[in-house]
């Protein structure tokens, strides 16, 4: 049966091309709202928590601090409200997954940029 589904998700699930992120990157994405009849394009910027799954399961996690709050947002690789993810700085982190990153404040919370 998973070879199948394997299939399926291959052939007609439409994947959009966004560039390569990792952990640790900061990244705005741009994604469409509907409020009725109406859409209109709203942005998330923050760090990138952690990648997870494969194929059209894939999922992205962005943290970003709102005043004195962290805030979390998961997003769906294969959502078709994503219009275009835009790489604003390349982290260096040594782990794939940055759940640390929650519990840091201040200074400590600084990811230290890869400049190329």
Do not use: C, H, W
């Not at 199948?4 to 952990?23: G, M, N, S």
């Not at 705005?28 to 709203?42: A, L």
Request: charged letters at 35%; aromatic letters at 12%.
């Amino acid at each position: 049966m998973e070879p199948l589904v394997k299939f399926v998700q291959d052939e007609f699930v439409e994947r959009k091309e966004f560039p390569d992120f990792a952990a640790g990157d900061t990244i705005t994405v741009y994604y469409e709202i509907k409020e009725g009849e109406k859409k209109r394009t709203q942005f998330f910027r923050g760090v990138v928590i952690q990648r997870r799954g494969t194929g059209a399961s894939e999922t992205f996690t962005i943290r970003k601090m709102s005043g004195t709050v962290g805030v979390e947002r998961i997003f769906p690789v294969n959502l078709p409200a994503l219009q275009k993810i835009e790489i604003n700085k390349r982290g260096k982190v040594r782990r794939a997954r940055i759940f640390y990153f929650r519990g840091l404040t201040g200074k400590k919370a600084r990811i230290k940029e890869i400049r190329k």
